[in-house]
């Protein structure tokens, strides 16, 4: 369910559940790669896990280029259209 978060609590809150979440794809050799549930990042930051919650859905959609919804539209046309005309879709070979 969605809560309505105040545009203060979301910049003040944002940078620090990104850093502290699995959301960003992270690969450092001899590190952990696990990031922090969103319990485990309200419990460290003091406030709830819906907000945590809904703090981190607005926040990854922010931090993707608008160009990447506007490619993977492109993509999911491409496939419909190859697909209505029975052409089998691209395999990554291809």
């Known amino acids: 369910m969605t809560m309505i978060i105040s545009p203060e609590l979301y910049e003040k809150f ?6 502290y979440t699995n959301a960003r794809q992270r ?17 460290k ?11 981190r859905c607005i926040a990854e959609l922010d931090v993707i280029d608008t160009s990447r919804f506007l490619d993977a539209d492109g993509w999911k046309q491409e496939r419909f259209e190859r697909t209505k005309v029975g052409i089998p879709p691209k395999t990554p070979s291809q």
């Open 14 to 19: 944002k940078d620090e559940i990104l850093r």
């Open 27 to 43: 690969y450092e050799p001899g590190k952990p790669q696990r990031g922090l549930s969103d319990a485990e990042i309200a419990e």
């Open 45 to 55: 930051l003091g406030i709830s896990v819906p907000e945590v919650t809904e703090i």
